[in-house]
């Protein structure tokens, strides 16, 4: 237990100093806030579907935890490359441990940042329609975090450099974040993009935060609120069981 | 303490390790001496649950790390030949973390990391970010941790690299207190042929993969008919330089280095 706990607070703690790295990571949510939010917005508006901003903010905010929880999971990569990696590997801790506490510690920096994100979205105009289920989105958060925090690491450990990291960038994260409905409502598209958005997890983290801070009128759920969390749990467990296995295959 | 058995690994077609079987009795010094590239660091995986030999045999205390993995874990230390550091935090938190994850309880690897600090200058800058040391001073750091707590087993992977005379008699005494009074039995490698001379009871030579003398110090010299043991290891691993090419591992950090503008 200690392990997984010191590990967690090392995640933690180098979140906190690279000051560079965290207004970074939150310049580009602001960027799609304010370039999507407001200069879509009127278009939005006129086509009657209500305030974009509205709808675009926890999809913001889902694109955050997502990044930020994935790139933790990939830092494995720097930690393999300047050879932390060793000293946690050779010490007389299950591996499993080292996995959980990294995973907890990447999912709670992203889960910060997504907070982060939602104070910046209210200064920009997001309203939740009930404050009183706003833990309830966090808990959404928690689980996006989670499911991608672990496959970050379960990604981390098979491949061996940053050479691949371009390829799973373009082809595996935008794709999850474009795809997840994070910039468009969920409902009445053809059945190609019905049936990706439905596969992939962060369309249900998403939905589940706009379904919990949205009133009815301004939003229409594409999935019951129990289905987005048992979804999200579940593909959460598998890749937890899938990261701790690569993670133990590990061979430096 | 260990037993290595006909150990053989393989890369794909090239062999890093080929047929290597040597013995080293509780509470003894061996150094492991080779050129560049010889199978040396490879060896040094194998016997610390890093990598899987392709066949052979490893015993750590009557334990195979290929199957007892933790319980192997428990009882070595190791001192990597490159840097294992966290860059990001403090010298005390590197030393805090690797005290916990070795189950070294709260007031004894206090008590120990401020001790070994102290031995090896960094007391003063315990609450400085590594990456803001010298390269000798992450040496001496990574060293340090090393000693936090105490195996029965210590691995020293080319300790002394890039270590100044000062630093590199403290360590030696320091393994040889070690040695002497906990009876811990030490494996090591190292360039330095004088620093084997003086510290090990016993040898082994490889190159090429190949385990081509062991014995003592004495028993080396007189196996080569040389007067030094720099001389001994010339006779027996030939006088060519061998390359090494840049792994991966460097070429990221050339990477890191372009990006974090020197960060790291």
Redesign the interface.
Same mark, same amino acid.
């Given at each position: 237990m200690?392990?997984i706990?010191?590990?967690w607070l *090392?995640e933690l703690? *180098?979140y906190v *100093?690279?000051r560079a790295q965290m207004v970074a990571s939150l310049g580009q949510p602001l960027l799609y806030l304010l370039a999507l939010g407001f200069g879509l917005g009127p278009v939005f508006q006129r086509a009657g579907y209500g305030s974009y901003i509205q709808l675009l903010a926890p999809g913001v905010i889902g694109m955050t935890v997502l990044f930020s929880s994935i790139f933790s999971g990939l830092g494995l990569l720097?930690?393999r490359?300047?050879?932390?990696?060793?000293?946690?590997?050779?010490?007389?801790?299950?591996r499993l441990h080292i996995m959980i506490g990294r995973t907890l510690g990447g999912a709670t920096v992203a889960v910060i940042q997504g907070m982060l994100v939602f104070i910046i979205s209210f200064i920009a105009g997001f309203r939740p329609a009930n404050w009183l289920l706003v833990p309830v989105a966090v808990a959404f958060m928690v689980a996006i975090a989670v499911v991608f925090a672990a496959l970050g690491v379960a990604i981390g450990s098979s491949i061996?450099?940053?050479?691949g990291f371009q390829l799973i960038m373009n082809f595996l994260v935008m794709p999850i974040f474009f795809l997840s409905g994070a910039l468009f409502p969920l409902a009445g598209h053809g059945i190609v993009l019905t049936v990706i958005t439905r596969l992939d997890p962060l369309s249900y983290g998403v939905d589940g935060i706009r379904t919990v801070l949205l009133s009815s009128s301004q939003f229409e759920p594409a999935f019951a609120v129990s289905t987005s969390a048992i979804v999200l749990g579940a593909v959460g467990s598998v890749l937890l069981v899938i990261g701790a296995w690569r993670f133990s295959k590990i061979?430096? | 303490m260990i037993h290595v058995k006909n150990l053989v690994k393989t890369f794909g077609n090239f062999t890093a390790v080929d047929d290597v079987s040597f013995e080293v009795a509780p509470g003894e010094i061996f150094a492991f001496l080779g050129p560049n590239g010889a199978g040396k660091t490879t060896t040094i995986?194998m016997l610390?649950?890093?990598?899987?030999p392709t066949s052979g045999a490893i015993e750590l205390d009557g334990l195979n790390p290929r199957i007892h993995q933790?319980?192997a874990?428990?009882r070595?230390g190791?001192v990597?030949q490159?840097?294992?550091?966290?860059?990001?935090?403090t010298a005390w938190?590197n030393m805090?973390?690797?005290g916990?994850?070795?189950?070294v309880p709260y007031k004894l690897r206090h008590h120990r990391a401020e001790e070994l600090l102290k031995l090896f200058e960094l007391w003063e800058r315990r609450n400085e970010?590594v990456k803001k040391f010298s390269g000798g001073m992450k040496r001496r750091l990574e060293i340090a941790r090393g000693f936090l707590h105490t195996p029965k087993i210590l691995f020293l992977d080319e300790p002394t690299l890039g270590l100044d005379p000062q630093s590199r008699n403290q360590l030696w005494n320091h393994v040889r207190r070690v040695n002497e009074s906990e009876g811990v039995t030490v494996f090591l490698t190292t360039h330095y042929m004088d620093e084997a001379d003086r510290v090990a009871h016993r040898i082994g030579i490889i190159d090429h993969g190949k385990l081509v003398a062991q014995g003592t110090p004495t028993e080396i010299k007189e196996q080569a008919g040389a007067a030094t043991l720099e001389d001994a290891f010339l006779t027996l691993t030939g006088s060519t330089i061998r390359d090494e090419s840049a792994g991966?591992?460097d070429?990221?950090?050339q990477?890191?280095k372009m990006w974090s503008g020197g960060r790291?």
């Open positions: 200690s392990a706990y010191i590990l *090392r703690k *180098r *100093r690279s720097w930690d490359q300047f050879g932390f990696l060793k000293e946690t590997l050779v010490a007389p801790v299950p061996q450099d940053m050479q061979e430096i | 995986k610390t649950t890093l990598l899987q933790n319980e874990r428990k070595f190791i990597f490159d840097p294992s550091l966290d860059g990001d935090l938190e805090e973390i690797h916990v994850l070795y189950h970010q991966s591992a070429m990221m950090r990477f890191a790291r």
